[in-house]
């Protein structure tokens, strides 16, 4: 069983200033609901209850965020309101959250590797906030409960993928790999943000992992990569060299959020399609 699922939050988002001065990027709207929420409604529904948010410096608006404001609950207790607060009340009572704080940016798996003494010895899931993924419809499986039930039938490391056009590999962790079935890869290779010439294929990692636990050695031993920052596409190739790593094209869409053009579509595909008024019938 994954029950838990990380998410590192400690980055500056610069993209967006000077909107994220004093406010966590992950905090942004999209429409009525900070990004971070999609990203632990997401992790709630595929089952991950408990939540450990690696943060840093100016990011407490977070913790309260999936926090009780007695306040607001005392003020609009019991008026048509209320109903404003479901989605958050619900994520309030339903998982658990807990924090810890990256001193130093050294980069997204020495972020993970921060978790490890909230994690521990089990496999987790890892949401990067600034993907925002949708299952195919309501009904269907969000991201991440599509890679839990991956994780329990094969119980090993899986990484989402996408293909992107290749002026826009530079971007991303690129993988190799041999089909197994039907949008299913086993890795044989894995680069973090090639040139198109350097780059293996076009199918890019997006922001959502399953990792086992032995990722944590591997990132101890995985020096700094590229950008000068200790990379976890990195530590997850070491996993696949010894064992077996999958990549999984998702069912679904994801938005760049990190970017203002996938920020702004995200915003309309979410008026559109998502986005309902809770106090209209
Ligand atoms: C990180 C990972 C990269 C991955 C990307 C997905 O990069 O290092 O491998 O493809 O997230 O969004 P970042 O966007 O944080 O630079």
Known sequence: MIRKCLFPVAGYGTRFLP?????PKEMLPIVNKPLVQYGVEEAEAAGLNNVTFVTGR???AIADHFDISYELEHQISGTSKEKYLDGIRHLIDNVNFSFIRQNNMLGLGHAILTGESLIGDEAFGVVLADDLCFGESDEE???????????NQFRCTIVAIEEVPEDEVHKYGIIKGESMMDGLYRVTDMVEKPSKEEAPS????IGRYILTPDIFDKIRNTPAGRNGEVQITDAILQQAKEGCVLAYKFKGK???CGSVDGFVE????????IYKDPTEA
């Open 266 to 273: 995200a915003t309309n595909y979410c008026y559109q399609n």
């Open 19 to 23: 909107a994220t001065k004093s406010m």
């Open 58 to 60: 100016g990011k407490r």
């Open 202 to 205: 076009n199918l890019a990692i």
């Open 254 to 256: 994801r938005f760049d």
């Open 141 to 151: 499986d969000g991201v991440m409960a599509q890679m839990v039930k991956l994780y």
